[in-house]
């Protein structure tokens, strides 16, 4: 039976499209029911044209394609990781919660937008460019990608992109997954620090050792250099007071001089020779040398080095000198 509804709109005699349930003798059948009013020269409605199309076999794709996306909304949802997907123009049609909470940026707003438009300049082009990899290559591509978080930390992850393409091979979207690996670079990184100051130890013996880290701005000593500089651990932060309160007057901007060209510098290593005055104001002669860690950019990041006290071995050559001098006028050469 029509509906009320239905039945007022073909008297109407408008063009009527509904679908409807009917049953059958194998079950119940989807189909799609349309009234098309015939109309005489006065465009008076003197008939109907009805048709009835059995669309069930579509009604059923349908179905088991909206639980198909269902179930892969769930999946990514619950991915230990940033997922997303972008057209070939680089605007974004899907993105998991990980991925817009790290992103911080919501669905709505994301959506039909380009990595340009959301992230900084530098950000915004490593992305664009793994991504046109991918369709240039039709291929996918593992990288390691940086991004600042919410911590205001730069986190890096290692991002796997890849092509969708269609049913004739045509490449329509571009996949990404992304997994934060920034504590275990962390953790690595220590370890490389803590086996790179165990060497210099091994290779220094009886000598100071320091670890100046460049990005986080603070610096390491060994218990031997505090001895030599006559301070004790707790009184002071040596990268708050090293320059101008141990490196003497004479010394300080030569030294300072030659350990930032040494940074700059690809390959270089660091060696001099300076005066310190100690905390009680005695003066030493100290020989230092220093080697750079740089990352992969080679951008330096790191200065091991290490401090041997050499007075001994300069007041002798001063007693030397001296001795010279003297041997000189006596003999008149």
């Not at 015939?38 to 794709?61: M, Y």
């Not at 991504?131 to 919410?150: F, M, N, P, S, Y």
């Not at 060994?222 to 007071?241: A, H, L, Q």
Request: net charge neutral.
């Amino acid at each position: 039976r029509m509906r009320p509804e239905i039945l007022a709109k073909v008297i109407r005699g408008e063009t009527v499209e509904f679908e409807d349930e009917v049953p059958y003798l194998t079950g119940v059948r989807h189909v799609r029911v349309s009234y098309v009013p015939e109309r005489d020269v006065k465009n008076k409605v003197v008939g109907w044209i009805a048709s009835i199309v059995d669309i069930s076999e579509r009604k059923r794709a349908d179905e088991a394609l909206r639980k198909s996306e269902e179930q892969f909304s769930r999946f990514m949802q619950y991915l230990p990781g940033l997922a997303w997907i972008k057209d070939i123009d680089g605007h974004y049609v899907y993105a998991n919660a990980a991925a817009t909470k790290t992103f911080r940026v919501p669905r709505e707003k994301l959506y039909g937008r380009t990595d340009e438009e959301i992230f900084p300049a530098e950000t915004a082009k490593q992305f664009k460019t793994n991504d046109a990899r991918v369709l240039d290559e039709k291929k996918g591509l593992q990288a390691i990608e940086t991004l600042e978080h919410k911590d205001g930390v730069l986190h890096h992850s290692i991002v796997n992109k890849f092509p969708i393409s269609d049913g004739e091979g045509h490449t329509i979207l571009i996949g990404g997954m992304a997994i934060d690996i920034t504590d275990r670079m962390r953790a690595e990184a220590a370890l490389r620090e803590s086996e790179q100051r165990r060497k210099l130890a091994q290779e220094a013996g009886d000598v100071g050792i320091f670890d100046w880290d460049i990005v986080a701005g603070r610096t390491y000593w060994s218990e031997t250099m505090w001895k030599f500089y006559g301070e004790e651990r707790t009184d002071i932060n040596p990268d708050e007071t090293f320059w101008s309160a141990h490196i003497h007057d004479l010394d300080r901007e030569r030294v300072k001089t030659n350990l930032r060209r040494v940074v700059k510098s690809q390959g270089m290593e660091f060696r001099d020779e300076f005066r310190i005055v100690r905390s009680d104001g005695t003066i030493r002669w100290i020989e230092a040398r220093a080697r750079v860690s740089r990352d992969e950019s080679g951008k330096a990041t790191r200065v091991f080095g290490v401090n041997l006290d050499i007075t001994s071995r300069k007041e002798a050559e001063e007693k030397l000198r001296v001795n010279d001098n003297q041997l000189r006028l006596m003999t008149g050469s």
